[in-house]
C-alpha cells in the first residue's frame, strides 16, 4: 500500500501584476536574488528550462561557506502566468498557482512534505522563501 504524503502550503500576495510576478519566479537572475529562506543563505547560481520536460536546479549555500545543497527537478506542467508543477530530485511533489487580481497576484504553493524536519519547520522555511520574493518583487520598481 503506497503511504499518503502530508501536503504543506505556503502562499502570499504580492503587489505586482501577473507578468511581473511571473517573470521574476521564472528568471535565473532573479531567482539569485529572492530564493533564500534566511539572510544567512544565498542562491549562488540558478538554471531554468521553464517547458514541460525541462529540468531546473538552484544551488543554495550558507553564506559562511557551511553547507549547501542543490535544489533541482523536473517541469510536469507549465501554465504561463498560471501554473508550474514539478517534481523534486527525491520525488516530491511541488505545484505552484498565480492568480492575478488586477495589480495583485496571489500566489499558493503546495509541496509533499519530506521526513527528515518537521512540519512545523518545512513550512517556516518554504514561507520565508515566499515572504522573500515578495519582498523582492515589490522593491524593484519598473
Known sequence: M???SIK??????????IEK?????????????????????????????LRTGGKF?????AKDGSFGFDFYGV???IILNKRISYTLGDERKVDITFLSHGNETEINE????EGENSIDLQKQGWQAIMDNFKKYVESVKD
Do not use: C, G
Open 2 to 4: 503506497e503511504k499518503k
Open 8 to 17: 504543506i502550503t505556503v502562499n502570499t500576495t504580492v503587489n505586482a501584476p
Open 21 to 49: 510576478v511571473w517573470l521574476f519566479w521564472t528568471e535565473p537572475n532573479h531567482i539569485m536574488k529572492w530564493n533564500n529562506a534566511s539572510d544567512d543563505w544565498h542562491t549562488i547560481s540558478a538554471e531554468n528550462d
Open 57 to 61: 536546479l538552484s544551488r543554495m549555500e
Open 75 to 77: 517541469y510536469d506542467e
Open 110 to 113: 503546495t509541496f509533499d512534505a
